[in-house]
């Protein structure tokens, strides 16, 4: 079994910046694509951020230039800089992994959740 965990969420006033992290751990033979999603209340849930095994990135056009997606494939983690925060960044941020274990196929992952608010 594998298990995400996200830090750093928080409280920022717009303008601001904050640094998301989540990290992989249990039963682990490789991680494909890794991602960051979003949902705001009320609002469907939404990718934010993609990054490859190979390194390639996605973003969604509203954080285009703003965020910055990056991996450790040796610590199995992946993380969002946040940059230029605006009040419509706030929703909770789901880290998301496509895991194998050794002998298995992927089998994709989510994360509990870290709750965002970019508020004056």
């Known amino acids: 079994q594998v298990q995400l965990k996200e830090s750093g969420g928080g409280l920022v006033q717009p303008g601001g910046s904050l640094r998301l992290s989540c990290a992989a751990s249990?039963?682990?033979?490789?991680?494909?694509?890794m991602g960051w999603y979003r949902q705001a209340p009320g609002k469907e849930r939404e990718m934010v951020a993609l990054?490859?095994?190979?390194?390639?990135?996605i973003y969604a056009d509203s954080v285009k230039g703003r965020f910055t997606i990056a991996r450790d494939n040796a610590k199995a983690t992946v993380d969002l800089q946040m940059t230029s925060l605006k009040p419509e960044d706030t929703a909770v941020y789901y880290c998301?992994?496509?895991?194998?274990?050794?002998?298995?196929?992927?089998?994709?992952?989510w994360g509990q959740g870290t709750q965002v608010t970019v508020s004056s």
């Open positions: 249990g039963s682990i033979f490789r991680v494909d694509d």
């Open positions: 998301n992994m496509d895991v194998a274990s050794a002998g298995s196929r992927p089998t994709n992952y």
């Open positions: 990054i490859t095994k190979g390194g390639g990135t």
